[in-house]
């Protein structure tokens, strides 16, 4: 078990699933910011 950790396999898997992971989150909260600032356009508006 030791070893397969110690393998650089492992990690790439790691890294490349932390940056799917970020690149998602980015996304969200690009998508959340967008839908914040119409709200208070939309508010501004009002």
Known sequence: MVESFSSPYPAKCTISSLL??????????????????LREEEEEEE
């Open 20 to 37: 799917e992971n970020s690149y998602s989150v980015g996304l969200f909260f690009l998508c959340w910011g967008k839908c914040k600032e």
